[in-house]
């Protein structure tokens, strides 16, 4: 069964410093993988994606994640946080098999301390 | 539309009333997803809906849950006999062929 860990339910880092978001996956087949966004009172925007390509995947606000197999990892960083960066991030897993369900994270709220 | 479609965006209950959500999809999107995004937690995975294969309605909290779709289009999330903690923000979301999910605004669900 597919799975995902978020570690941290809430980080907080000063602007100008490094974001790293951890996510964490289960699968018995091989995942393609995905970072969400929700800004305040907004919905969820596909941040970046992973679907067997590159393993280094760059997203939309200067984000990227590198998919590791062996570590069974997904994790988002961004090398400067912006004030604009705070936000709830969700980490989501699924395969391609045949039609299947998409298993998000519980997600991780990022602030950003001036 | 371009994108989908939720309604009623707010909705206000009494517990023991039934209510009915309702998810209009991109066109030619086949695949739909609804979640439940509860005060401070994730989005817990509901039912999925993929043509016109059955429903995969394993993340459906209890029997008074239940959903359709009619036609491939709409689709109507119904929650019979409110109880007070199904009070959420109800998402519906469409998903392309790389996998990606085209979310709706959500219908906030209170239960008195």
């Known amino acids: 069964a597919q799975s995902v860990t978020q570690l941290g339910s809430h980080v907080s880092v000063s602007e100008g410093a490094l974001v790293l978001l951890r996510c964490n996956y289960s699968?018995?087949?091989?995942?393609?993988l995905f970072w969400y966004v929700q800004y305040p009172n907004q919905g969820l925007q596909l941040l970046l994606k992973y679907t067997s390509a590159a393993t280094l995947v760059k997203g939309i606000n200067g984000f990227e994640a590198e998919f590791k197999k062996s570590e069974t990892s997904f994790h988002l960083t961004k090398p400067s946080a912006h004030m604009s960066d705070a936000a709830e991030y969700f980490c989501a897993v699924t395969f391609y098999s045949s039609a299947s369900k998409i298993i998000f994270g519980s997600g991780t709220r990022l602030s950003i301390r001036p | 539309g371009a994108g989908v479609s939720q309604s009623p965006s707010n909705k206000v209950t009494e517990k023991g009333k039934d209510v009915e959500l309702r998810c209009d999809p991109i066109?030619?999107?086949?695949?739909l997803y609804w979640y439940r995004q509860s005060l401070g937690q994730g989005l817990e995975f509901l039912i999925y809906f993929q043509g016109n294969s059955a429903p995969d309605k394993s993340g459906l909290p209890s029997d008074r849950f239940s959903a359709e779709r009619t036609g491939g289009s709409v689709s109507t999330l119904t929650i019979q006999r409110t109880q007070q903690e199904d009070s959420a923000v109800y998402l519906c979301a469409n998903r392309d062929n790389t996998g990606e999910l085209f979310f709706g605004e959500g219908s906030r669900l209170t239960v008195l």
């Open positions: 066109s030619g999107h086949t695949a």
């Open positions: 699968s018995s087949v091989p995942p393609y």
